[in-house]
């Protein structure tokens, strides 16, 4: 079928070249199961498979608590890009998934779109809530706001601290390094290239411009 060999023919297959073919194969089937999935036919049999947890439940604890059932989902529509993954509709979150067939498969055979459109189609499996974010505690009382900001600045300030060393320990070498001798070599180099520049005349400026 890929070759567009006719059974009639006495044509076969070198046997290098029986791996290239399966391969690709194997691709061209992917790229038309993402597309049959996104007709009625195809959305109806995964709707079969979501109602039998083929695919597996959300990791979220929140989720799991409620046996949230996941779909496949693809983080690109481009072959060899990234392997599925699943999506849960619940906590709008993409996961790794749990079996080891569906992580073998190229995301590209589900797609990007097939996810959105199949809660869009079936509107009655949106969730109504979503789950509520953690939040951190400390014997039972919350966390201020102020205090994570101000963590959050010493650890950006001891973490610049070093860079901040080596940048003015570099700036001091240089400083070293740069004798009077050093700098009165680079005055008289400007000063004579001042002067080649005031002796320029008006007559070679006029020449440059014409031409």
Same mark, same amino acid.
């Given at each position: 079928?890929? +070759? ?20 690709? #194969? ?13 007709? @009625? ?6 709707? %079969? ?8 439940? *959300? ?17 690109? %529509?481009?072959? =060899? ?9 619940? *906590? =709008? ?10 992580? *073998? +498969? ?42 994570? %900001? ?21 700036? =001091?070498? &240089?400083?070293?390094?740069? @004798?009077?001798?050093?700098?009165? #070599?680079?005055?008289? &180099? ?22």
């Amino acid at each position: 079928m890929i +070759l567009d060999f006719d059974d009639q023919d006495d044509h076969r297959l070198p046997d290098e070249q029986k791996p290239l073919v399966e391969t690709a #194969a194997q691709m061209l089937y992917g790229l038309i199961h993402a597309r049959f999935i996104l007709t @009625s036919r195809g959305m109806a049999a995964m709707l %079969d498979k979501y109602n039998a947890y083929v695919y597996g439940t *959300c990791p979220l604890t929140q989720c799991e608590a409620l046996n949230q059932a996941v779909l496949p989902i693809g983080m690109s %529509d481009q072959l =060899r890009q990234a392997p599925a993954k699943v999506y849960c509709h619940h *906590c =709008r979150e993409v996961y790794y998934s749990k079996s080891s067939k569906l992580e *073998c +498969l190229d995301g590209a055979y589900f797609g990007t779109t097939f996810a959105s459109l199949f809660f869009l189609t079936y509107q009655h499996l949106v969730p109504p809530t979503m789950p509520s974010p953690f939040v951190p505690r400390i014997y039972g009382f919350k966390v201020h706001k102020s205090f994570k %900001d101000r963590a959050r600045s010493q650890v950006l300030g001891q973490a610049r601290g070093p860079i901040q060393n080596t940048l003015e320990g570099g700036a =001091r070498g &240089s400083t070293k390094a740069s @004798s009077p001798q050093t700098a009165q #070599a680079a005055l008289k &180099s400007g000063a004579a290239g001042s002067a080649e520049v005031r002796e320029d005349r008006p007559e070679d400026r006029k020449e440059i411009l014409v031409d």
